[in-house]
């Protein structure tokens, strides 16, 4: 049988792809293997993934426990490297905080990110805005304005979003792909456009309003194990009952 275009070069193919695998492993940064990053702090079982994107002023970067920062991610604290930023952190990620693929967080003044905040691919962060007040000077050249952002726990925030300075989002705030997000977020809300605004939010009483279109999760019955999770994925509506039924 006559060898196809992808059989060229098989070895070689391979041993690029090994090689790079070896090196991403290598070139991964980790609270034991630093590669030459200095954080304030960096918890146990964080790894920022190679490569990685432009970061500076680590001694003001805290990261917290458990954190996946993927590849091609910008971490930068202050305006520019080597600045004396003071005593206090800069950019402070809690624990379990994912940050997707090719997202920046710029933080000139504070920016703080809660536990468990998952982020998709390419979303901005940044605590700075260029200023245009006067007229006759480039913008480029004009003094930037520098407003603290938070972002509370339990976020989820889409791919694509811009997260403007002085932005404050609570608990639980859902960002939808693409969103432009200023201003105050309440919790359990969630918000789309450009600019973002709230399009259902959620309280004890009323629940989601407007009323969610999907069916509401079902729980996996207790005592399931995970060899047993493929075989529930089988079983029709009845089994998950368990209110006795009359006749």
Not at 40 to 53: E, M, V
Not at 64 to 81: D, F
Not at 122 to 130: K, L, P
Request: with cysteine.
């Amino acid at each position: 049988m006559p060898k196809t275009r992808n059989d060229k070069g098989g070895p070689a193919h391979r041993l690029v792809q090994a090689g790079w695998r070896w090196v991403q492993r290598k070139g991964a940064v980790t609270a034991r293997q630093s590669g030459g990053h200095r954080f304030g702090a960096i918890g146990h079982g964080t790894k920022l993934a190679f490569p990685q994107g432009t970061v500076f002023g680590e001694p003001w970067i805290r990261l917290g426990a458990h954190c996946i920062i993927g590849e091609q991610v910008t971490l930068t604290a202050g305006l520019m490297p080597d600045l004396d930023l003071g005593q206090d952190p800069i950019l402070t990620l809690g624990d379990g905080v994912v940050i997707g693929r090719g997202s920046h967080v710029i933080a000139d003044t504070t920016v703080r990110i809660g536990s468990d905040v998952y982020m998709g691919p390419y979303v901005y962060i940044t605590s700075t805005n260029h200023s245009y007040d006067d007229p006759h000077e480039p913008i480029g050249k004009q003094w930037p304005r520098m407003e603290p952002v938070e972002i509370g726990p339990g976020c989820w925030i889409g791919t694509g979003a811009v997260i403007l300075p002085g932005a404050r989002l609570g608990r639980n705030v859902v960002v939808a792909a693409g969103a432009v997000v200023r201003g105050d977020v309440p919790d359990h809300a969630v918000v789309a456009g450009a600019p973002a605004r709230v399009v259902r939010s959620w309280d004890a009483e009323s629940g989601w309003q407007p009323p969610l279109r999907t069916p509401t999760p079902r729980a996996i019955p207790e005592g399931v194990t995970p060899d047993q999770l493929l075989a529930l994925s089988e079983l029709d509506d009845d089994a998950w009952d368990t209110e006795p039924r009359t006749r």
